[in-house]
């Protein structure tokens, strides 16, 4: 498969690009700027050549056109070259595109993001705009949307070794962890947390570690961008609501790579479990894409009541239900009739696996693969 344009747009001046591994971050760079003078800091040579002399990348940008554009790409690795791009910026204004697959070994150096002078943006898995017709849903809840994987001539076996070399390895070769076989239970335990409110005390017990640990995990996962949390949407509410936030593996494929599987587990829960986590990974990306000030959190009552993606800002109120099941029935929608009445100027969607867009009860409900293929960046 040909690498896809991607949607991200890039901003005019200078700007870090974070993204995990495999997202597509150095192909995206590549093509998108062909003349750049491009430093690649996972060759070892040149790493330690900057490790030893940072001031070269100096040397080396003053001999350049001041409107050549410079990228750097894995630039954690050798944390003290910002000082020098800072001062770049500051003396010639030169533009600089500074990709890494976290921004946490740049924090841990106590060296500050440039102080401004360099925006923000991240580069996710796939969108299933992207991909176009060579999206499946499917394909997609089986073995992700991570490029690299998509790409592969064998993605089940690409998978496992993203899921054994990447999340596992490597996070304790750049000494993120200190205990391995912690963190791989840690790495089991929580992956059923995926898609619930997270407790961290019972991830803690699962795994056999110190909450504090977990706590500590957790952060390593969002920093490399491998999970995230949503915060519940607490604006004018009229009932009492849980206060933890939801959890999320960033892609499908990561989450039943690393989700223990036995004769107990029904997999129509997995099924579900992963529909639901590529849906709010989808809206993630291209709320973060269209660069709007719309927000995504979920809504959950401690009575039980529960919506699982709620968006608010520049794009309204919107509250969308995921179900994986090909039709459609009456009690699906009463969580989201439960949230229409407390706030009644929502629109409110379901999202099913079935082929026919539905208008019930004020509720339209749409084909999932449709959903994701209008999540369109203007």
Not at 169 to 183: C, H, I, T, W, Y
Not at 289 to 299: A, H, V
Not at 340 to 364: F, M, S, W
Request: with cysteine; aromatic share 10%.
């Amino acid at each position: 498969m040909e690498m896809k344009v991607r949607a991200l747009r890039p901003p005019v001046g200078s700007y870090f690009l974070f993204g995990a591994r495999g997202t597509g971050k150095s192909s995206f760079v590549r093509r998108q700027y062909p003349g750049a003078l491009y430093i690649d800091l996972l060759d070892p040579a040149a790493q330690r050549e900057y490790l030893t002399r940072p001031e070269r990348l100096a040397e080396l940008v003053r001999a350049q056109p001041p409107d050549r554009i410079v990228v750097v790409d894995e630039v954690q690795k050798v944390p003290e070259l910002l000082a020098v791009v800072h001062a770049l910026i500051e003396e010639r204004r030169t533009r600089f595109v500074l990709t890494g697959s976290s921004a946490r070994k740049l924090k841990r150096s106590g060296v500050d993001l440039l102080a401004g002078r360099a925006a923000l943006r991240f580069l996710f898995p796939y969108l299933a705009s992207e991909l176009r017709d060579q999206f499946s849903l499917a394909g997609a809840l089986r073995v992700g949307l991570i490029p690299l994987i998509v790409e592969s001539a064998d993605p089940d076996d690409a998978l496992r070794a993203y899921v054994s070399l990447y999340v596992r390895e490597e996070v304790f070769q750049e000494g993120l962890v200190r205990n391995m076989a912690g963190f791989s239970r840690f790495l089991e335990a929580v992956s059923f947390s995926h898609g619930q409110v997270l407790n961290l005390a019972h991830v803690a017990r699962e795994a056999q570690v110190e909450r504090k640990s977990v706590e500590g995990y957790v952060s390593i996962l969002e920093d490399l961008l491998i999970g995230f949390r949503l915060s519940v949407f607490s604006r004018r509410s009229k009932r009492e609501l849980v206060g933890h936030g939801k959890f999320y593996l960033f892609d499908p494929g990561v989450y039943r790579a690393l989700r223990p599987r036995g004769p107990l587990d029904m997999p129509d829960t997995i099924e579900s479990v992963a529909f639901e986590g590529l849906i709010g990974q989808q809206l993630r990306t291209w709320l973060h894409y269209r660069q709007g000030d719309t927000e995504l959190f979920f809504w959950r009552t401690r009575g039980g009541a529960e919506v699982d993606f709620v968006l608010y800002g520049d794009l309204g109120l919107i509250a969308i239900e995921a179900k994986y099941s090909a039709r459609v029935r009456s009690e699906d929608l009463r969580h989201l009739k439960a949230f229409k009445a407390d706030y009644p100027q929502a629109t409110c969607n379901l999202v099913y696996a079935g082929h026919e867009r539905l208008l019930i009860d004020d509720v339209l409900c749409l084909p999932a693969e449709d959903f994701l293929q209008g999540l369109v960046v203007g």
